[in-house]
């Protein structure tokens, strides 16, 4: 079985600065995709940033990057430049894979990190 | 293109009623995902369906729940009865065919017991 772990219930930054929101996990498995999804208030769960576990290439989107330390099993996300619509829920979340890449089961989720950015 | 919908948005219920939940999938997704998340705690899976076939519903809390999903569209989480525990914000996802490395997410359904 999976494991998530967020250790930091609510994190704070000003807004142009730089945060980064821990994420550990624990699995036997091979081949695996790692998620950050945010959810900001009364609205949907957004994909954020998506690291196959395969690739040493640290994912990035725009403002979002991950640094994915697969021996250790962390996967961090940094945000900057922070805005304020960055203000939301951050989930780190773990999908199994095969050999081949595909995905299957269910999601795994950490327990959530509240980010609020401040002008 | 329309997301993944979810109805009601809130409901508030007393103990021992039942409420029924309703997902409208991305249309054309095969894969629909019910988690949810009580509280303070993580979200956890509660099942999977491809098309309308169950594929896993390993998270089922107990047989108070029950998912359903007719010709594979839509999908309905009743609960019947409510008790307290099952408080919390329940939400669906759905993903295409085959590679599901992204499930779209709705935006949830709060559920209160009281």
């Known amino acids: 079985a999976q494991t998530v772990t967020q250790s930091q219930p609510e994190m704070s930054v000003q807004e142009a600065e730089t945060v980064t929101l821990s994420c550990t996990y624990d699995t036997s498995e091979n081949n695996y995709y790692l998620f950050w999804y945010k959810q900001p208030p009364s609205r949907q769960m957004i994909l954020v940033i998506r690291q196959e576990a395969y690739k040493q290439q640290n994912a990035t989107e725009n403002r979002f990057s991950v640094n994915f330390q697969k021996a250790a099993k962390s996967f961090s996300l940094k945000i900057s430049d922070s805005q304020l619509g960055d203000t939301a829920m951050y989930f780190c979340a773990f999908i199994a894979a095969n050999a081949g890449g595909t995905s299957y089961g269910k999601l795994t989720f950490g327990q959530g990190t509240i980010l609020t950015v401040h002008p | 293109e329309a997301g993944v919908t979810q109805f009601p948005s809130h409901s508030v219920i007393e103990k021992g009623q039942t409420v029924t939940l309703r997902c409208d999938p991305i249309s054309g997704h095969d894969n629909l995902y019910w988690y949810r998340r009580v509280m303070g705690k993580e979200i956890k899976f509660l099942l999977h369906?491809?098309?309308?076939?169950?594929?896993?519903e390993s998270g089922m809390p107990n047989n108070r729940f029950l998912a359903e999903r007719t010709g594979g569209t839509y999908s309905t989480l009743k609960v019947q009865p409510a008790e307290l525990e099952d408080s919390g914000v329940y939400f669906c996802?759905?993903?295409?065919?085959?590679?599901?490395?992204?499930?779209?997410f709705g935006q949830g359904t709060r559920l209160t017991v009281v």
């Open positions: 996802a759905s993903g295409p065919r085959g590679l599901n490395t992204e499930a779209f």
């Open positions: 369906f491809v098309k309308e076939s169950k594929q896993d």
